[in-house]
């Protein structure tokens, strides 16, 4: 049975939906007792890994409680465990777990280096398929009509490839999206939503590496059907929606007209479909998700970080009462935390799937760094995620910070604030979280609303250091909005960071400066980066950008060059 089919078949959705159900009701379950779920998750992966390499290093067999557990093994990051890990990829086995890796997920992680993250079946079982079939319950409940058809579905992050990399041991190298989990891992009923729509498989021949062409070919079929929702997971990848349609209109139509998919003849010629898009833009002018599929009802992505900059107008975009739900607090790695309602960032802490410890953001983590249980965790706070599980991570730090909302049903419920790398030229130690929470205030105080937003540190001999912010601003600021806007920003980043108002008032950073953008120059950016060979899964929106190409491609001016200053506070 082909996806399509299976998209279509009424049984097979009732047991897409029974399953999706039951793994959110046993999650919500294990809130009853969540300090037992973590004792049974720690217990699970010393008792089945005790033998493998790493477990005989560590001391496995003898630990019983997790105080025992961290004397026992340090914090460590991705770096850390890389040679354990190169071996496991080399096709070693019994390293990390004693289930042998099926697969090797890729990740392009703070740095741009892809990494390697061991999957093993055990992991996927245990792990990873109870949060992600819950993490769809909140959409398949309150919009079950997203599942009227397999074409209902624009599934952005979909990416099957023929002939993936592979690891030395021949082993697929890729992403999460490029995976087919029914044939790796024999679960066939965990195919998302949208990966049997005509799109999910491309019906002519296109390079693996050409991701915008790609896109296109997507988007031009999806326009000829009826789309209630959009998966990206990654925002940026949402957000690039709108500004593909009108980028590739033109082109769009005529293939719509003649009925091609990439110039090769593909079905009957749609002329009326064609005339009737040709009207939506002469009506129009710009053209909006929301003209195109009038029937929108929900996006599926990430709503936080970067994205809570932007989410709320994009949202417009797709239709006025087009909701976002947020997608789960993970990585590649593994997970964190999965909504289980309609809350609008936040997700309950996944007790059954991993052991999770916590530190406090703006400390440094070390092999050392005492870390706090869950319940330990205080509202409004920013926390170190590190966790281990039964794949062969232990405590691990993915680099990941996020914000605690609240607590619910014996749990907490985090939401991803940004990455754990600081900007630190003058002892100012931003982070992500700082930067977005001070542009939010600046953006409310003054009503200014902004399409997204990146900084950098100019230093040089003839000025003072300090922050430069390239903004793309939804309309037209005038000189005193800027202004104002610029100084509120400064007054709000010394309220989050006791770093850089110390800083500032020791005079080792001067005021920030404002670089006006227009309102599209992010998303050529983010085009021009995908146009490139780069998947778009892995094109996210990056705050600080102290890379000089990066900045000037980005800009279209030299790291040097003379931005907007406001006066400095008084």
């Not at 992050?157 to 024999?186: E, I, L, R």
Request: one cysteine or more; glycine letters at 8%.
């Amino acid at each position: 049975m082909s996806l399509a089919e299976a998209w279509a078949d009424p049984a097979r959705l009732r047991r897409y939906r029974e399953r999706v159900f039951a793994e959110r009701h046993a999650l919500r379950a294990a809130f009853a007792d969540p300090a037992g779920h973590q004792r049974r998750v720690l217990r699970d992966l010393l008792e089945f890994n005790a033998g493998t390499q790493y477990g005989k290093r560590h001391g496995f067999g003898r630990v019983r409680t997790l105080d025992e557990y961290r004397r026992a093994v340090p914090v460590q990051t991705y770096a850390d465990l890389e040679p354990w890990i190169e071996r496991a990829a080399g096709g070693e086995r019994n390293v990390l777990s004693a289930d042998h890796p099926a697969v090797f997920f890729t990740s392009s992680g703070s740095t741009g280096a892809h990494k390697k993250i061991p999957v093993t079946p055990r992991f996927m079982r245990t792990t990873f398929f109870p949060f992600y079939y819950a993490a769809w319950a909140p959409l398949i409940e309150h919009f079950p009509d997203v599942l009227d058809s397999p074409d209902a579905v624009l599934n952005l992050k979909h990416d099957p490839v023929a002939a993936p990399p592979t690891t030395a041991s021949g082993k697929p190298h890729v992403g999460a999206s490029q995976v087919d989990f029914g044939a790796a891992f024999g679960e066939p009923l965990s195919a998302e939503p949208g990966t049997g729509a005509p799109w999910a498989t491309l019906g002519v021949p296109v390079a693996a590496d050409r991701h915008a062409e790609k896109m296109y070919l997507r988007l031009r079929l999806a326009v000829e059907s009826d789309v209630r929702c959009v998966i990206g997971i990654n925002p940026a990848m949402v957000a690039a929606v709108p500004y593909q349609l009108n980028l590739w209109w033109p082109r769009i139509v005529k293939e719509v007209r003649d009925g091609t998919l990439g110039g090769v003849p593909y079905r009957a010629p749609n002329p009326a479909r064609a005339t009737e898009l040709e009207r939506l833009a002469h009506r129009h002018g710009t053209v909006r998700p929301s003209h195109i599929w009038p029937r929108m009802r929900a996006l599926f992505c990430w709503t936080t970080g970067m994205a809570s900059l932007y989410l709320p107008r994009l949202r417009a975009d797709f239709g006025p009462d087009v909701a976002a739900l947020p997608a789960p607090v993970a990585a590649s790695e593994g997970p964190v935390g999965v909504a289980l309602d309609r809350h609008p960032g936040a997700g309950s802490l996944v007790v059954n799937a991993a052991v999770y410890e916590f530190a406090d953001a703006d400390q440094d983590l070390g092999p050392d760094t005492a870390t706090l249980h869950p319940h330990e965790l205080e509202a409004d706070r920013d926390y170190h995620v590190v966790f281990s599980h039964v794949g062969g991570l232990y405590r691990y730090a993915g680099g990941d910070v996020v914000r605690v909302v609240d607590h619910r049903g014996g749990v907490p419920r985090l939401a991803y604030t940004g990455r754990a790398a600081r900007s630190d030229h003058a002892g100012e130690r931003l982070r992500d979280g700082h930067v977005i929470r001070a542009l939010h205030s600046a953006s409310d105080t003054t009503g200014l609303e902004l399409r997204n937003a990146a900084c950098r540190v100019t230093a040089s001999p003839h000025r003072p250091a300090g922050y430069v912010f390239a903004v793309a601003p939804r309309t037209p600021w005038s000189q005193d909005e800027s202004d104002r806007f610029t100084a509120l920003l400064d007054e709000a980043l010394g309220r989050e960071s006791a770093g850089y108002r110390t800083a500032r008032a020791q005079g080792r950073l001067t005021a920030p400066a404002l670089l006006p953008l227009d309102p599209e120059a992010f998303l050529r950016d983010w085009q021009a980066q995908v146009e490139s060979g780069i998947r778009p899964t892995q094109v996210k929106d990056r705050l600080f950008r102290q890379d000089p190409e990066q900045w000037a491609r980005l800009t279209g001016r030299a790291p040097d060059a003379t931005a907007e200053r406001p006066p400095a506070r008084p």
